[in-house]
């Protein structure tokens, strides 16, 4: 079980790598939903295959809860691609990789209408980790990072953290992770595609279409996985593995961007995922607890 999990850091490198390709797209001149597109594209035609080859079908029982999770995951996706162009990718993906606290956002509004109970322990590692965005966002305001591109990167999380739970929910009610997957790639890639048509698509050259390649094929094997992570894996060390995504934006914005980071900012990234390993791995823990009580 544990072995599986070490999918999750090859999943969470990938995810890294698709971040580093977009950037280095929007650097190109291709636009945020171009990038959008060809980054989901790929992931669904390989999707739509491999349910044609397990025999699955599209149709679902939930379709409002698909249209739900497909519209929040469509803009998380938008969200970390514009972050990606307006500031440094290590600074970009640590606000994503805010979701796991959002997440626990989520979880303790669901506890005021239902029987679950959310540690309060829980709770405080999240005010810790959004702490910690404070301490990212404010040198990096002074040094070009606008307000609105500081608020997508912090909306990037929040958007992250529903699609996570729009997942979970999902899951839970038996659908199939590739159906789940296949759905959010055909949004993306129709969303993309419309919005693409206002901003102007890129002209086509052998660099363009290495690039494209390389985010497709990138993020729709990280999502494979990460995927199979969850499913095989021990869900607690895919919880501390899943932010290995800040140390490798780090290297990538070093090796390919010559980024550097403010002290206070590195200070701050460490909160971030120090708080959301802390609040994720208490919050697993507690939910196996319950389970097994269930069981007994």
């Known amino acids: 079980m544990v072995k599986a999990s070490f999918w999750m850091l090859v999943g969470i490198f990938l995810f890294s790598l698709t971040a580093a390709l977009a950037k280095v797209m929007a650097s190109e001149g291709f636009g945020v939903w171009e990038i959008v597109f060809w980054r989901s594209i790929v992931g669904c035609l390989f999707c739509a295959a491999v349910m044609r ?20 995951g469509t803009v998380s996706i938008a969200l970390s691609v514009y972050t990606l162009t307006v500031m440094p990718i290590a600074t970009a993906q640590t606000l994503t990789s805010t979701g796991p606290l959002w997440f626990c956002v989520f ?32 040198p990096d305001v002074s040094q070009g990072i606008t307000t609105t591109a500081a608020l997508a990167g912090v909306l990037s999380g929040l958007t992250s953290g529903g699609a996570d739970f729009m997942i979970r929910h999902l899951t839970h009610k038996g659908e199939p992770g590739e159906r789940i997957v296949f759905y959010i790639m055909l949004a993306g890639s129709l969303t993309g595609f419309l919005f693409a048509f206002g901003d102007g698509w890129h002209d086509v050259t052998a660099l363009s279409i290495a690039l494209l390649l390389g985010v497709g094929f990138s993020a729709t094997f990280a999502q494979i996985a990460t995927t199979y992570a969850w499913a095989k894996g021990h869900s607690l060390v895919n919880a501390v593995f899943s932010f290995a995504e800040i140390p490798f934006a780090l290297l990538f914005g070093i090796a390919l961007f010559n980024e550097t980071i403010d002290l206070v900012a590195l200070l701050g990234m460490a909160v971030v995922a120090g708080a959301g390993i802390f609040a994720t791995v208490r919050r697993l823990k507690a939910e196996q607890r319950a389970s097994a009580k269930g069981r007994a």
């Open 53 to 72: 080859r397990k025999g699955l079908s599209l149709k679902t029982r939930y379709p409002v809860r698909y249209v739900v999770r497909c519209t929040v």
């Open 107 to 138: 979880l303790a509004i669901a506890a005021l209408f239902t029987a679950y109970r959310l540690d309060k322990v829980v709770l405080l590692a999240v005010l810790a980790g959004f702490g910690g965005v404070l301490l990212i966002l404010r």
